[in-house]
DNA sequence: ACCTGAACACCGTTCAAGT
DNA sequence: ACCTGAACACCGTTCAAGT
């Protein structure tokens, strides 16, 4: 059990790079303008982390980690598996909300060839944790249906990136909630 | 009527920027690897363009024009608006089959922070296109419903730009194919 | 008209040097 | 242990100079 009284040097340039990663990418991610944020000059941001490649990766393996708890407290405050996957888009929203943020997955699976591949591989886990949690609850609504769970999942998982990438080019969360509802009528999250 | 015997050095450059800019985006063109293609030097751009700005903005205004282009001969071969909405994800999915590349406007999306402001708009115009397109497609084939047809032609778009994301991210064309079976049988398509 | 080579400020990165 | 300042090769961009 760890206390949070300050956080640490690490723990600052962790959520400073991941807020710059969610609206710019890796590629966006300025370290002299991050270790700036942090007030370090960029070269001290080594003694930290090896290299971009390194942060990058602990940054997107926490996000990952995040997420997970996200899901895990979703699923127990609803109690009902209907109920936390109609509420699967909030986290989504909530980064658009948050300066018209992605999900660091999604800016980074269009980055991916450009990717180091501690970071590829944090980003799969990123959306592995998200489409096995969609699978249990599609499971535990009884929505498994024929179908492998699992592919009902990652249909949820594209329809609702594909909704925050296309609500963030125009910078406007009334489409996003637009289309949740339109995803919702059709039956994507139940029926 | 232009004849086409050979290429203008506009026209290979932008060909190549644009192959660039569907891999790495607008960050990840790089001018001297984009001038290396096209066997000139990196400044020699600029006699072209006055910046990599307006560069971009060529490539994604004339991105937008042919995909409106393909999209009218979609519907021309197709003949029923109904076929041509199930052939849709056809032009997203030759993205993936051409080296694992997206569509240029998702990338970009993705990057909308960091554009230019003549690239937002051609982004903005090449999904407009799409959705009315889609938009006009539903009504001819009698699915608009109640809901306005640009809002489920907006869900459409979404949905397939974030299945290619996803099949990106996994580098698996396949997982492509089965996001819009999966689509289909949900009725996204038609029902 | 079209191209080049050299230069500018900026990036990721390294490293000797400080405390 | 943690930080800085200066340096490296690389970027977008400019521009004088060539043909």
New interface residues.
Partial sequence: MTTNASPTSVDRILTAATRIAQ???Y??LNLRALADQVGIKAGSLYHHFPSKADLAAAVARRYAEDSAVVLAALEADTGRPELALRRYPETFRRSLEND?R?CL??????????LPAAVQHA??AF?DINVAWLARMLQAAGLAGA?PAH??A??I???????Q??A????DIA?FD??MD??R????FSA
């Fill in positions: 609206a710019h990418g590629g966006g018209n992605m997955c999604s800016f980074m699976a269009a980055e991916y060839d450009d980003i799969q959306a179908k592919l009902r990652s249909a998982f594209a329809a609702v990136s594909g909704a990438l296309m963030r080019g125009k910078a489409l637009a289309l339109n995803y009528a059709a039956g994507l």
